[in-house]
């Protein structure tokens, strides 16, 4: 059986017409998430909302979504199947932490921010995608993991900045010399 039913969801209000996903009350396998809430849009996955459930092994969530906060679904064992929206920017620190059956990961190329060990203990995680316009995977974004996010994405992320940080440093020191005749 698949779970969509609003009344599964606890929610809280964010402003007059968006609301966050603060828990999962149903205990279906297969959690669709709602896009809208007694009128409101679902927009975020608030922090702890699915934590420690041990029950669901796949999660829809739908278009609106633009973050997934801190521990979000922290140690979901079961979680196998993510399907994450094209509207998402951001996943939080150990947003999927632990969930050890978590076997791939497609990230949307809205997303411009990866948390600390977002993925972190995903140990049967083998293949993650990552978008092309990705600005920032923080350090240990899947540290545990036997995939390499973790070594190559923080390594490119490093470079980068070391690049545009030295590019940065010799346009403002050279503003400040001045030519001398020898």
Known sequence: LVSSDAAYFT??????TSCAISGYTG???EVILPAEIDGYAVTRINA????NNHTITSVTLPEGVTEIQYYAFL???SLKTVVLPDSLAAIGYQ???RCSALTEIVI??????????????CLSLASVRLPAGLELIEEYAAKGSVIAISDAGVGATLCASALQGASLNVF???KSMADREM
């Open 95 to 97: 947003a999927f932490g």
């Open 75 to 77: 140690n979901c064992s």
């Open 27 to 29: 205990s279906e396998a």
């Open 172 to 174: 403002i020191n050279t």
């Open 11 to 16: 929610y809280k209000v964010l402003n007059d």
């Open 108 to 121: 949307p190329d809205t997303v411009k921010r990866i948390g600390d060990r977002a993925f972190g203990q």
């Open 48 to 51: 702890n909302a699915f934590q």
